[in-house]
């Protein structure tokens, strides 16, 4: 039997049609995601860059409010000391003491040249004696120690010029605490707001260190310290020290020596503290031995032709 009814079958156009149409559709949600995806880019950048600029902003205003502070009256980083009272800072140390004492009195006549003296002449110019000083280092106590009591005696007779370096090389050897870098900063403070008790401060800085890899003394504390030796302005020092004034200033100061020269050298470089360089050369004997120190600023003094000729330590 025949029929006129035909099967219900899309025609070719309406698939090709279909297709199209879900083609779009597709193509559109796509257009729709990529467009998405753009604007929550655009939002996330836009975010971040907003965070960017504002911790840079904090950052700068912080800069701008807080200013690096120099302290005053340095020489190339360094406190020159022109005088020495008569204080603790001249007194034969307890460690120091038997072997430079001797030990009975010298008979009628006889000199005692156990002490190393300097002479000076007056028709040359003074040795130049520059010390690098870690106040954490234990090197740098040694030869305070060993040393203040015949340099407190050159400097009063004008027989050498000492300038002392504060500087930071064991800043990562205190728990944290950068005692190195604070010490070198509250000793700039003192030389700044009170010079003149500078030499006893750093006396007391490098013979009461606290060891090596301990927190050492607290900001407070420094202060402290800087009152016991009869600082001048006292508020102003222990504000200064407190606020870590002159942080930025021991770190750059660091720097610098580490890159040299030091000053009076053509080519030497920070390389330990303490580092003790005389009329431009280095010292590389004891730390510990004040004739042997003695006698290498004689030999220096000798050839440069500088002032003082200190009598050497005749042996035990």
């Known amino acids: 039997m025949s029929s006129d009814e035909t099967p219900n079958v899309p025609t070719t156009r309406n698939t090709r049609e279909a297709v199209r149409e879900k083609a779009q559709q597709v193509h559109a949600q796509q257009f729709r995601a990529r467009l998405m995806r753009r604007v929550l880019i655009g939002i996330v950048v836009v975010i971040a860059v907003g965070a960017i600029a504002t911790a840079v902003t904090m950052t700068v205003s912080s800069t701008m409010s807080q200013p690096t502070m120099n302290p ?17 800072a001249t007194a034969v140390p307890d460690e120091t003491a038997a072997s430079q004492e001797p030990d009975e009195e010298p008979a009628e006549g006889e000199v005692d040249e156990e002490a190393p003296e300097a002479e000076a002449t007056g028709s040359a110019a003074a040795v130049d004696i520059h010390i690098y000083v870690d106040y954490l280092s234990p090197g740098a106590g040694e030869f305070e120690r060993a040393n203040a009591r015949q340099l407190a005696g050159w400097i009063n007779e004008g027989a050498v ?35 003149e008790e500078f030499y006893d401060y750093n006396h007391e800085l490098l013979t009461k260190q606290p060891d090596v890899d301990s927190s050492g003394s ?17 508020k102003v020092v222990r504000s200064c020290i407190e606020d870590g004034d002159f942080v930025s200033w021991a770190k750059d100061a660091t720097s ?20 003790i360089v005389v009329n431009g050369e280095a ?12 006698q290498f600023v004689l030999t220096v003094a000798s050839v440069t032709d500088a002032t003082p000729a200190p009598t050497e330590t005749p042996a035990e």
């Open 72 to 88: 005053t009256g340095m020489n190339e980083d360094g406190i020159s000391v022109s005088s020495v009272t008569d204080s603790g």
């Open 161 to 195: 010029t000492v300038t002392y370096h504060p500087v930071s090389m064991l800043t990562a050897s205190s728990n944290g605490t950068k005692y190195s870098l604070r010490s070198a900063a509250a000793a700039a403070c003192v030389a700044t707001h009170s010079p």
């Open 283 to 294: 010292y590389v004997g004891s730390l510990k031995d004040p004739a042997e120190f003695s």
């Open 256 to 275: 610098r020596a580490l890159a040299g020269p030091l000053v009076g050298s053509e080519d030497l470089v920070l390389t330990s503290a303490p580092m």
């Open 218 to 234: 607290t900001d407070v504390q420094l202060a402290d310290l800087a009152v016991a030796v009869g600082v001048d302005n006292s």
